[in-house]
């Protein structure tokens, strides 16, 4: 008869993982294998621009403009994105009954480190450029409406 000796094994959850080497800390910030890293979802604010990120995308709102982001925000490797959505001119007052605002294709180019983030919106049919942008997670908006 063979007598093994018992192994207890105690797992200690890291509440805060600052004492690792900066490569294994890094290893608690990255999404799964085969998942994409994204834009957090919430709300981007900056001078004259608010972005409210979703699973699904992003709407924007400027002092004059709004648009969408139409797909889901995807980061590469560097926390940058490259993004297809449309930008809506505005105009002082309401929008008048019957009117078709002026409606563009457009580029939204920028980089994220998950809590600031900078935005450049290129119209992809007139080449006109907005931004740079420099957006902050949770922050308040503060937009001037055109009157």
Known sequence: MFIVPALTLCLVPLANPDWL??????????????????VPVGSWAGEHIWLRV?????????????????????????????????????????EREGERPASHPARYLGSTDGRRMTLTVTLTDTKETFGPYTLEYGKKPSLSKCL
Request: aromatic share 6%; proline share 7%.
């Open 21 to 38: 080497p900066a490569t294994a800390a890094s290893v608690f910030d990255r999404p799964a294998h085969n998942q994409t890293r994204k």
């Open 54 to 94: 979703t699973e699904a995308g992003a709407a924007v709102q400027y002092d004059c403009a709004r648009g969408t982001i139409d797909q889901p925000m995807a980061l590469d490797s560097q926390g940058r994105f490259d993004l297809k959505g449309v930008h809506v001119s505005g105009h002082g007052g309401p």
